[in-house]
């Protein structure tokens, strides 16, 4: 939820340009974007027995998928990316703080945002998506659990659980994709460059917020903090010999 840019927004602010390489750090699915459970891939805190769709209620990949992957298929034109993961009263149990969550949006709670309902026509109406979707969503995957191959999306067939046992859950998932790789122009002695590729005078840069010459097309775990660290090593020696 913090994560807005604002080292992106000042450096270009004062001159500086962006890479022509740009990605997202890998998406993550929660419930409550300052606090991650983790259940299924440690990275999404929902079941993957569960049925994940967009807010139109379609359901657009496998639950159980990469969660780096899996944020591209419910990016949205305006507002910000996120899903509704449905539940029926057998998977729900494997959701954390489900029923926390279920009072706290009764108690008006912006942010969390999780309903119950007796059936998935009522679900549909709280969650605002249209039902006649939704429902043919969940009759189509129960097919799928039924035949036991998820031929639509792929989903590993032991993840496979049919929505169908009263009540039901719809709980909104917020895609916290941790940030930008690629970012700013910076030279190998971390200084932040314009438009012409010179120095802004005073300007630094380290981590992933200039990485667009060290991560290349894909951003490997942790390599984040060693870039950090060693280009601001970097940085801080060149900053010393302009005093």
Known sequence: MGNVGDGHLAALDLGAQMTEFQDSMSGVFNANP???GEVGDPTNDYPFEALVVDMDGK???KEDGN???QKFHFKRPVGRNTAWVIMDSKTSTKFFDLDEFVERTAKGDQIIQAFKADTIEELAAKIEVPAKTLTAEVERYNKLVDQGEDTDQGKDAKFLEAVEIGPFYGVL???GTRGIYGGIQSSKDAEVLNANGEPIPGLYASGVI???DYLGDYYAG???LTLASHMGYIAGK?????I
């Open 67 to 69: 969660s780096h992957e």
């Open 222 to 224: 942790r390599q984040a």
């Open 173 to 175: 998932l917020y895609d």
């Open 238 to 242: 060149t900053a010393s010999k302009k």
């Open 59 to 61: 359901r657009r990949f």
């Open 210 to 212: 200039s990485s667009g």
């Open 34 to 36: 300052y606090d991650r």
